[in-house]
């Protein structure tokens, strides 16, 4: 089994939520307090939407929000099919998502207000990143890693490291294709689909494939001897 000369540093990351003192109750506000929040609202209601508690159905808060609480499912739908790793700036993904706000109200009667209490909340957050002291230098240790690690270091290194890497590929696919060599367990790591899963359900998919490939190639080396 490789080695790897430079092992796999696992790290966790854990968020401060900061209100932003801002809040929309219909539509038109959301759109417009979406134009001017700040960078770091639009990435904590949009990439870190994985992080926290969430339905599958949608895939950030804008969504979920005009779906649960204004009910307006068409507008939910179109919300959730904004890819935010699409584009290459989060100003980009701004304008996407009010522009998908202004059609639906263009085409649309005046849409519904939230019931009071039940308002958008524009909250943004510090993100703190720290290592874990686990690292792995070859697939079986990286296998037992995956396993035993937190949901923040699942959700670091496959959701967040698609803004940060180059290639918006995710840290684990990463390291096996360019320091292992395996670029098939690599490509096979890179196709699951963020959006149709929660975070354990990741963490689940990326320790069977690698726990079938470190049985394949144990079964080889028997072979071989």
């Not at 290639?167 to 699951?192: C, P, Q, V």
């Not at 963490?203 to 080396?221: C, G, L, P």
Request: proline fraction near 3%.
């Amino acid at each position: 089994m490789t080695s790897a000369a430079t092992p796999f540093e696992f790290k966790q990351c854990v968020t401060i939520l900061k209100s932003t003192g801002k809040k929309a109750k219909d539509l038109r506000k959301l759109s417009d307090l979406i134009s001017s929040v700040s960078d770091e609202s639009i990435f904590h209601h949009t990439y870190q939407y994985f992080l926290k508690e969430h339905v599958l159905e949608y895939t950030n808060d804008f969504a979920h929000w005009v779906g649960e609480s204004l009910e307006e499912r068409s507008l939910a739908e179109q919300l959730s099919n904004v890819d935010p790793y699409g584009f290459g700036t989060i100003g980009d993904l701004r304008d996407e998502l009010r522009n998908v706000i202004m059609a639906y109200l263009e085409g649309s009667p005046e849409p519904r207000e939230a019931r009071p209490g039940d308002e958008f909340y524009f909250n943004e957050t510090a993100t703190l990143v720290f290592p874990v002291g686990i690292w792995a230098r070859n697939l079986a240790e990286f296998l037992m890693a995956i396993k035993l690690i937190e949901t923040g270091s699942i959700y670091y290194h496959f959701y967040e490291a698609r803004v940060r890497v180059e290639d918006k590929a995710d840290d684990f696919s990463k390291w096996i294709a360019e320091t292992l060599g395996e670029k098939e367990l690599a490509m096979h790591i890179r196709s699951i689909d963020p959006f149709m899963h929660n975070v354990e359900e990741i963490q689940k998919h990326i320790a069977d494939a690698v726990e079938e490939w470190v049985k394949r190639d144990m079964e080889r080396m028997v072979q071989v001897l």
